[in-house]
C-alpha cells in the first residue's frame, strides 16, 4: 500500500491576477455573514499573493501590524481595511439589497 502524502493548501498560491483577486474576496464577502474577522482573513491572503512588506508599504503600515490586522484572530478597524484595500487596488462599491435582504451588500 502507497502512503498518500498530502500538502496544505494556500488559496495565497493561487491569486495570480487583480480579478482573481477580486473574485475570491467578492465570494469571501458573500460567505462572510457579518464576520469581519473572516474578511479581514481573506484580506491577509490576498496581500500574501501580492508581497506583504510591499502591500504594507502602501498601505502605511508596519509589516507586523499588517500581519496581526489581517490575521484572522480579531477584527480590525475599518479604517485599517479602507488603506489595505487601496493599497491591494481593490476598489469598494455598495450595491442596494432587496427589501427582503437585510444586511449589507457590498461588492469589490
Known amino acids: 500500500m502507497t502512503k498518500t502524502v498530502t500538502t496544505r493548501y494556500d488559496v495565497a498560491e493561487h491569486l495570480r491576477t487583480p480579478e482573481e483577486m477580486a473574485a475570491y474576496l467578492e465570494a469571501c464577502l458573500e460567505e462572510a ?6 474578511i479581514a482573513k ?4 490576498i496581500a500574501r499573493a501580492k508581497g506583504m512588506s ?4 502602501d498601505a502605511g503600515l508596519s509589516r507586523e501590524s499588517l500581519y496581526k490586522a489581517l490575521s484572522g484572530d480579531r477584527s480590525p478597524g ?3 481595511i479602507l488603506k489595505v484595500i487601496g493599497a491591494l487596488g481593490l476598489k469598494l462599491h455598495a450595491e442596494a439589497g432587496t427589501s427582503k ?8
Open 42 to 45: 481573506a484580506l491577509g491572503d
Open 54 to 57: 510591499q502591500v504594507a508599504r
Open 101 to 108: 435582504d437585510r444586511s449589507c451588500d457590498a461588492t469589490i
Open 33 to 38: 455573514n457579518g464576520d469581519a474577522a473572516f
Open 78 to 80: 475599518f479604517d485599517t
